[in-house]
């Protein structure tokens, strides 16, 4: 049964309303990156283009690199971007869009995050590079969906929910692992870790400005859970979501970040651009 047009939404262009993507356009390998602009960084990478476009914070790029082709995305800020970016990914990869019905055959896709983010222990400095083997979702949007168990660490849940002892009034957590595949390719070398992804960027991350938050002792608090040897290295605002839709929509995903904020020391990284460009380039390299 075809699904309505108010539902799966597509551009005039019959392209995904908000990425612009079809199944055409889009590679089985997408990279993701939170701002817009550094999706023209894969230009110096790629060895050619075959497609651009940009709607709103989301620009895309489909190239090849050693023969291997990529689609680089930007996803803008936040979770709820990231339900937009990894329903539509899915639709380009899974659906006739013409006909707005599933294909019969599933395509799988490797999706990487390649973004920045805040360190949560002394020892990961600014600077240093994290791939993420779980994320823990504080933001409750995989909530809002029926999936199965696949990828889901409800052990792991329970016990991280234990260690919080959160307000009922907040998004109940969930816990969702990364690629190992993935893992294995691009995460030699750096730290691994278990990677928070808040609802926002101040109080969620316990940044108090005007507006105290209501965990006073947010970061000390995850920075001392851990799972089965891993312990919880960063935050940040899109990994669990990432994660989550991958593993309900039977795709593979992977987040290296950057570390541009050492909280426990209170350092800022101003200017990221040089290790940015070499981290996307070790992910490229990693992938091919």
Known sequence: MAIKESELVLAPNGSLYHINLTGETLADNVLLVGDPDRVNMFKDIFESVEYESQNRELHALTGRYHGVRFTALSTGMG???IDIVATELDAAANFNLQSRTPRKEHRTLNWVRIGTCGSLQAD???????ASRYAIGMDGLMNYYQHGDEGFEHAMEEAFAQHMQLDPKLAKP???R?????LNKIGEGIHHGITVTAPGFYGPQGRNIRLAPSIVDLNEKLATFSWKGTRVTNLEMETSAIFGFANALGHRAMTVCLIVANRPAGTFLNDYHTPMRAAIGRVVEGLV
Do not use: A, K, P, R
Request: glycine share 12%; net charge negative; charged share 15%.
């Open 79 to 81: 979770c709820d971007n």
């Open 124 to 130: 990961v400095d600014c600077g240093s590079l994290v």
């Open 174 to 176: 969930y816990c969702v």
């Open 178 to 182: 990364g690629s190992e595949m993935l």
